[in-house]
DNA sequence: GTGAAAGCGCTAACAG
DNA sequence: CTGTTAGCGCTTTCAC
């Protein structure tokens, strides 16, 4: 039932190439007569006219489609990028067609080839992040990626993501102003960008301090909330356990919160916390958790943009951003008072 | 630099019909001779061909992607949703185009636009749900709709929902239970499925256990958290302050967490909590909170198999599914002391 | 100002 | 068992 430029051009006795042209030539490089302009106009939406992009795309060699990969949409960090990935897309006529990973870096590859295949015009990426053989399998020149939170540090494509390091170092410098000295991390995948970045800036600003950090205060080994969980029960069992914790994600917070919880410690009076990621319901804890803010959307919308502009100008040097978080504090954190 | 058949036909010497026949009719129609399939699959991974869906589109009349259209993807619920689509969809070799309406009207509409121009064999979306004469200017026989957690009562497509009398019911008789007999209602945007459905199930369990239930213990008018907020400071400042709070969503209890906090109130001994929606982090507030679960990932899984059963039948009559929400008991609520 | 025609990559009769 | 051909809906040179 859907109707073509043939059919408007049909019923207008126009060509098919005068209908294009006023239908989809925003360019006045065609000097048409208004009265043309009009009349086809007219009958087109007469006619309930709706463009095929699939032609379209296939004719220009450009979909008008970005495809993106998350690794776990249901987790808000991701979900959030996207939706501010989907507004600035929108903005400039773009649709998105999304891909959930899982966080499994073969479902990661089947969904760059499902998107290749699809012909969108390029790709964000937030990769699985451990492994990157597969995503040099299906580089090329075509179709450019911009890598979004996840990068790999060799990486030669466009990127933009958070300055993990400096979070964790406002993080861990709120806490020492705050009198702590023995503070623990609870990290998550080590070997990962971000669990990297946020433990290297945790013992710089350690050092900075000029504190040792323990080893044995260094635990965990995911982000999920179990991890925090144990990790935390683990630490609390020390003959000298940590009088503060720094959580590299809000899961991992999380499963602190109940390990604490568990044991009747109450935060921020026995025990300080302070976590990277601020997930919607932070303030709403008790007590309102103290969270390092990554910009997500921002980072959604620059992704956006590098891709957009990579897509206007190939040749143009890659480029890497890395934004700011920003330390919110909130009631989990005190001053330490020591036992007279 | 991306391979056709044709470049793919040359590089072996066969036809074009022929290479796209070994490539991907699946069907054993043809019988082509193995050694010829041999020849051109090597020579198309040699090439590194990869099939272009945009011509198979324009060909077919399919495109083997489909629209979803949520109102708002950050919310955990919606993202939840389509990541089960993007799985389930993935399954059968669908790709989704996923778009925000930002719970408003006018891009919902513009969302549609665009999901038709690119051509998707169906759309997938939980409408905004105030108006519906736009969807009704969409409606074509080429695209289904399904339409996901919010109906419109008069609707005639596929649709999947879930019971929110029901789930509301049980939450309320949890209350009722518990010796709760002041009870409040925190209701969401009056008007809109969920909430006209959860008002309702709300009332029908007060009805049942013969309560009658008060006026001013209905307060409230959007799901969000200051509603749930300013609406729990209301109910606080009465004469006759309610013992048992339902809230209709979750934003909405974490406001009224908040409200019940500063009050210096403590859940359950001082006031009673139960939510709808189930949010990952519910068990990990305090109280973890007693809340209605939503067959989330149910729904997105048979909104997407409706859908597909659609597609390949598009005579069979609409259905119309209600998937049953599940009262997850934790800690919010506790049996009513009596003054004595 | 407007039209004719070619072709984007693919599939599906139809033919042999 | 394989090739020829037409055409999906659109844009764009080139022509008039």
Redesign the pocket.
């Known amino acids: 039932m859907?109707c073509?430029?043939?059919d408007i051009a049909r019923q207008t006795?126009?060509?098919?190439?005068?209908v294009?042209?006023v239908?989809?030539?925003n360019s006045n490089r065609?000097?048409?007569?208004e009265?043309?302009k009009e009349v086809i106009r007219s009958v087109a939406t007469a006619l309930g006219?709706t463009?095929?992009k699939i032609?379209?795309g296939?004719?220009?060699?450009r979909t008008h489609q970005m495809g993106i990969i998350v690794a776990d949409l249901a987790n808000p960090f991701f979900a959030t990028m996207v939706k501010s990935i989907s507004k600035e897309a929108r903005k400039s006529g773009y649709s998105i067609v999304v891909c959930d990973s899982d966080e499994n870096t073969h479902l990661e590859e089947e969904s760059i080839k499902t998107l290749m295949e699809n012909r969108v015009d390029g790709l964000l990426i937030a990769a699985v992040g451990v492994e990157r053989e597969h995503l040099e399998r299906f580089r090329s020149d075509d179709v450019p990626f911009v890598f979004l939170d996840r990068l790999y540090d060799d990486i030669s494509d466009d990127a933009v993501s958070v300055d993990n390091r400096k979070g964790a170092r406002d993080a861990t410098e709120h806490l020492i102003q705050n009198g702590h000295r023995r503070i623990a991390i609870l990290q998550g995948l080590p070997g990962t960008y971000a669990n990297t970045g946020r433990v290297t800036g945790f013992r710089q600003a350690m050092a900075d301090a000029g504190i040792e950090v323990r080893d044995q205060y260094v635990v965990g080994d995911d982000f999920g909330t179990l991890n925090g969980f144990l990790g935390t029960k683990h630490l609390l069992r020390m003959e000298d356990p940590p009088t503060a914790i720094f959580a590299a994600g809000y899961l991992i917070a999380l499963g602190a919160l109940d390990a604490l919880r568990e044991e009747h410690l109450v935060v921020p009076r026995d025990v300080a916390l302070v976590t990277f990621d601020d997930p919607g319901f932070a303030p709403h804890l008790s007590p309102p958790l103290t969270a390092v803010e990554q910009p997500i959307e921002q980072m959604g919308e620059m992704g956006v943009k590098l891709l957009l502009r990579r897509l206007r100008d190939p040749s143009s040097a890659p480029r890497r951003i890395l934004l700011e978080p920003r330390l919110i504090v909130r009631e989990s954190v005190a001053p330490l008072v020591v036992p007279a």
Chains 1, 2 share one sequence.
Do not use: C, M
């Open positions: 859907t073509t430029l043939s006795g126009f060509s098919v190439s005068t294009s042209r239908l989809h030539d065609y000097k048409i007569r009265e043309t006219y463009p095929n032609a379209r296939l004719r220009l060699n």
